[in-house]
């Protein structure tokens, strides 16, 4: 069990990290689910633990609320379950990855469990086909990214764009080359990651052929597949919906369509079948309260778990994202992101642009793109992000967007808005 805080630590299905709600387990599916087993593995995290479900930025589940005896069954059952969980280092594809690159995550994570390496928990390996929703903006210590000449780009500690570039190798040299960087990365301690690791890059591979680029897959209704034959419902979870019981709800509708449930980055959740049943899906997940609208101002707010569920979070972080939902709208427009962090950890911030709440000891801090603008008490944040709220709406221009707006003002500008009574 991992009973510590660390931003770092990394819990498991069978190593647990204690919080401020019990017991923490979180899992990386390879491959699309059963909707049925899916529903088991939630009706069971409603059973054994508190029934939160949560899906992270990298697309894992995290299941809370467990205590010592009951993780422990919990980890026994979802195994019974035979649901692709990953096991080991996550090798990570898109959630509409072709074989192929399913294939050869396979092959990586078959010859990791072989070469036994004692490599970092978070150490994460991308393998990305150019297909939709894959993780171009998501940061791995290796990455294997496919370009327009049919090589495999072989890149260290970044995302698509920002990664070191190592090689580009054919489809048959991709296992044997990973393998061999994760070696070096063992042989530096298991605290080394990808990005550590210093080789030089050739001038000609800067100059290399380009990647495939996917579309982005949002939320609502798509087509995909060759030719786009095939249709899925894409959704995310609300920071105030997340009960793993009306999830499962959900897989048991689309048990019925003869369709798979998948998870991507940026918290994305998809459901494939036929257009007439991802509709009818569409209208029941509306129901329940999940995210199915590319306008819903609830994907411009990045929560962590908060308080009381963090032992170390400041302040309830779900009660303001409710609020901020309902009462932002305008503000929200998806040209910025609010997160709102608990603590100075800042798990509900990745990075420092857009809007970062963020709690402490003795009050909360509000930034922009890594500046200070005000700091406030929880008791006034309704207040003080209602001001804020205001301030920008009354100097908006036509046709500006939030962030249009907010550049126009400047940050002394934003300041000004909490001097004012």
């Known amino acids: 069990m991992i009973d510590d ?66 993780v422990a069954k919990f980890a026994d059952d979802a195994i019974s379950l ?29 010859a990791l469990a072989e070469e036994q390496l004692n490599l970092a928990p978070k150490l994460v390996i991308a393998v990305n086909d150019g297909s939709i929703g894959a993780s171009a903006d998501l940061s791995a210590d290796i990455r294997v990214d496919l370009s327009i000449d049919k090589r495999w780009r072989i890149a260290l500690g970044g995302t698509e764009e920002s990664a070191h570039i190592v090689d580009f190798v054919e489809f048959n040299e991709v296992g044997s080359r990973v393998i061999g ?8 301690g298991p605290a080394t990651r990808g990005r550590d690791l210093v080789i030089p ?22 087509s995909w597949g060759v030719d786009g034959e095939g249709s899925a419902l894409g959704l995310r979870l609300s920071p105030t919906v997340q009960d793993a019981r009306l999830f499962a709800q959900l897989c048991r509708t689309a048990a019925h369509h003869q369709g798979d449930l998948r998870f991507g980055g940026g918290k994305a959740v998809y459901f494939t079948g036929s257009r007439q049943h991802c509709t009818s899906l569409l209208e029941q997940a509306r129901e329940f309260g999940f995210v199915i609208d590319s306008c819903d101002p609830r994907l411009a707010i990045a929560a962590c778990a908060g308080a009381p569920a963090c032992a170390s979070a400041h302040y309830i972080t779900k009660d303001l994202a409710e609020t901020m939902a309902a009462e932002a709208t305008p503000f929200l427009d998806g ?34 793109d890594g500046e200070m603008l005000a700091t406030f008490s929880q008791a006034d944040a309704r207040r003080e992000m209602a001001k804020l709220q205001r301030f920008v709406a009354d100097r908006r221009q036509a046709s500006e967007t939030t962030r249009m707006t907010i550049t126009r003002i400047g940050r002394a500008g934003l300041a000004a808005a909490f001097e004012r009574n």
């Open 201 to 222: 890059t050739s001038p000609g591979l800067l100059k290399g052929p380009q990647l495939l680029k996917g579309e982005n897959a949002s939320v609502g209704l798509f």
């Open 5 to 70: 805080f660390r931003r770092n630590a990394c819990p498991s299905l069978h190593a647990p990290m204690q919080t401020g709600d019990g017991l923490l387990v979180r899992m990386h599916m390879t491959e699309p689910c059963d909707p049925t087993d899916f529903a088991a593995l939630c009706e069971l995290a409603g059973q054994h633990g508190n029934g939160i479900m949560e899906v992270t930025n990298r697309g894992s589940l995290q299941f809370r609320g467990f205590g010592d005896a009951s």
């Open 335 to 368: 040209s910025v992101k609010l997160h709102l962090s608990g603590c100075e950890k800042r798990c509900g911030c990745r990075e420092t642009r857009d809007f970062l709440l963020m709690g402490s000891p003795e009050e909360l801090s509000l930034s922009l």
């Open 82 to 110: 035979k649901l692709p969980i990953s096991i080991g280092v996550d090798v990570e594809t898109g959630p509409f990855a072709s074989m192929i690159a399913r294939q050869l995550a396979k092959e990586i994570r078959r």
């Open 181 to 188: 960087l994760c070696r070096q990365i063992a042989a530096h």
